[in-house]
């Protein structure tokens, strides 16, 4: 670990990456004319590589469909536009027309290459695009693209649905003698799992990086980050990570740097990580969000299946919610994640205080499992004692609120 | 499909099959001293051929270890004995030895002979049984064995957990000249899926047959009924499905009788298929209940996972509950199911209106889309127009109700 990394809490981070401007602006693409900031750009003058990371839903919006096929040209990039209200998914030949006009009406504004403009979009699914005030957002947004903090924050507001508050966070180090910066934004998505609203998140660095590398660090991040809290399967169809180097640092990272290239893996770790825990924090009408950790499974593939059941249960869910240290509940889903469990092997901890030891419950610690079940957030950690696989995941609880929220849109 | 087969909706259905006699007793398992009936028995002087369906979840009650191990034995049975209060789950050694004297308990009391009477338990996991309560339940409970409906209506009322009422069904029918006849009760699983309450159905009938041939009927009819309401890999520890045929008919159903084994194979197809129907409708705190039928999927395996996918999206199931037609939500679940569906094939159906035609939404339909999904039952039918796998399930909706209810024990 890098000792001189800084990880800040900032949703202008992108203002603070050389060379990067951006702005958040209000086209009405819901059409309730209620001035809600609901489109951003993101621009580097100088080209950057681009990598990203997408869902593995097969039902892909034009988007993510757009967006894939210009990163996989391999061309250098200048930038993001994004919108939120309409996910631009199920949306047909038109939709993917809307997607390339997006990308290419960015172009044009920022007078960048054509293609050179990524496209990400959230919202409802099955609507098609108010274009028209798409296009005129995207050229009010590209003419008062600025380097000031408030445009950014504009930008981070921008692209939220159901999230409650902007996530974003910058990420400081040096590395050879360069000082280095990485930092975006995020969205969230609903109670995360296995809800299928979308997560989006936007990264921007001043390192220079191969396009190849870069895509590299980013997946290897998003499988320890937000596909801790999202699983692949259960993706939405709009989930997309991108991250763009447009290598203003003039420090070339590549594998003949490995002590700068840890550094930056470092950096996109600490970033992806980030994000990710402020998606769970801000998952919708969330009361509770708990850190399992799972040891001892047969390897690590099992141990990622015992957690997702655990922390998707319905009933796990929502005891935590009440506050009830239900081990039970917990080892009932364990046991459907059907790796081995083994009751008479199974340790669980809620905190530091056991709740069963090979399976024997130890009931004289119950008033601290309450203890520990009913704080805002708490840890419990599962060890099967099969082998040496483990896996780490945030879940959260499950409320009335949720349902509420969720039944209709 | 047999013509003179009746099913009838009947809870005291033990008691119209020949020579089986049953009885509910209050013994007080919850130690809450409030009369609920909570044990059975179900005898037959006759010895009965005996087969079982089980969870396959990794951690399995000890009342279903040991009913598996009965069963394997391949002697004659004489019946089963089931609590509800206390699921005997997680117990340990001491649970194996009280689900063994349960069963030793009532084959004395009921002078059949050792190791004849299957258990099962359904209630709180974790907790070590009141076998002293338990063990008088049985006394009191094989003492007082009838052929009354009372009896047995007491019988599938004790096994009741969160279930609002008693399930039980009577099929009746002529099989070469004989009069047949099967029946039993069940008890239903809060939600159902990905709920891990327990399932259980006891069936009975006073027809002749061998052991394997009689789990493979149980075993096929299972599939199609009770599976389709719970995702396997998600069955609780003491989810079982039993079947005890005593012969009482004097007729012997074999291969070397296809047509009465065809016959046979109908009643319990259609009393697995009503039991089933009847646990959904009485899920916790349900509103609603949809038939889904996924049709021209790559193959039957891909059917049912985009089933399970859309069936058991919290997303879909709290807009159903919301009335809302949100087909976006169930192609996005069904598009994580990750068989290879298509956007452009895909057709949609709310009964009979089409919401998407080869992907196109259909939006003049809206408000009979509106109209069906406000219903207590509708069906919703997607067409992948992939292949000819097809898989029809039965889900509910999800409500704040539910959360409330399972937020603490």
């Keep these: 670990m890098n000792e001189s990394l800084v990880l800040t809490d900032d949703i202008a981070a ?12 209000a086209c009405d693409v819901r059409g309730k004319s209620d001035g809600r900031l609901d489109l951003c750009v993101v621009h580097s003058e100088r080209p950057c590589a681009g990598a990203g990371v997408f869902t593995l839903n097969d039902v892909q919006a034009a988007p993510v469909v757009l967006t894939r096929q210009l990163l996989s040209t391999g061309n250098a990039m200048h930038g993001i536009v994004c919108n939120s ?15 390339e006009k997006m990308s290419f009406e960015t172009s044009s504004k920022a007078k960048a290459p054509q293609g050179s403009f990524l496209v990400c979009s959230t919202g409802r699914i099955g609507e098609p695009m108010p274009i028209g005030r798409i296009v005129s ?21 921008s692209i939220l649905t159901s999230d409650t508050r902007p996530k974003g966070c910058l990420v400081s180090w040096e590395s050879e003698g360069h000082s280095l910066s990485l930092g975006g934004f995020a969205k969230g998505a609903g109670m995360i799992e296995p809800n299928m609203a979308t997560m989006l998140a936007f990264l921007f660095t001043d390192v ?8 590299e660090v980013l997946s290897a991040s998003v499988r320890k980050s937000f596909n801790r809290i999202s699983i692949d399967g259960d993706m939405s169809t709009n989930d ?3 991250l763009l180097a447009n290598g203003a640092s003039e420090q070339e ?14 950096a996109v770790d600490r970033a992806c990580l980030d994000l990710a825990e402020k998606i769970v924090s801000d998952g919708e009408r969330i009361t509770k969000v708990v850190r399992l950790e799972i040891e001892g499974a047969p390897d690590d593939a099992s141990a ?5 059941s655990v922390g998707n249960s319905l009933l796990v869910k929502t005891s935590w919610y009440g506050s009830d240290p239900n081990w039970g509940r917990l080892v009932h889903a364990a046991g459907y994640a059907r790796v081995g469990v083994q009751m008479d092997s199974i340790d669980l901890f809620y905190e530091d205080a056991p709740a069963l030891l090979k399976g024997v419950p130890q009931v004289e610690n119950r008033e601290r499992w309450k203890e520990v079940v009913s704080a805002e957030r708490f840890t419990i950690r599962i060890n099967l ?5 483990c896996c780490t995941m945030l879940s959260t609880d499950l409320t009335e609120g949720y349902v509420d929220f969720n039944k209709s849109e």
């Design 14 to 25: 992108v203002s603070k990456i050389p060379q990067f401007k951006a702005n958040g602006v």
């Design 385 to 389: 004692n099969l082998g040496i696989g």
């Design 304 to 308: 990622e299946k015992v957690a997702r």
């Design 137 to 157: 957002g995207i050229d009010n947004c590209v003419h008062t693209l600025s380097h000031l903090p408030d445009a950014a924050e504009r930008a981070s507001q």
């Design 253 to 266: 990272i590549s594998e003949k740097t490995p002590k700068a290239l840890e550094d930056f893996h470092d």
């Design 85 to 99: 209200g309409n996910a631009n998914a199920c949306t047909g030949d038109q939709g993917l027309r809307d997607a």
């Design 208 to 215: 220079k990086m191969k396009q190849g590398l870069l895509q």
């Design 240 to 242: 997309t990570v991108l």
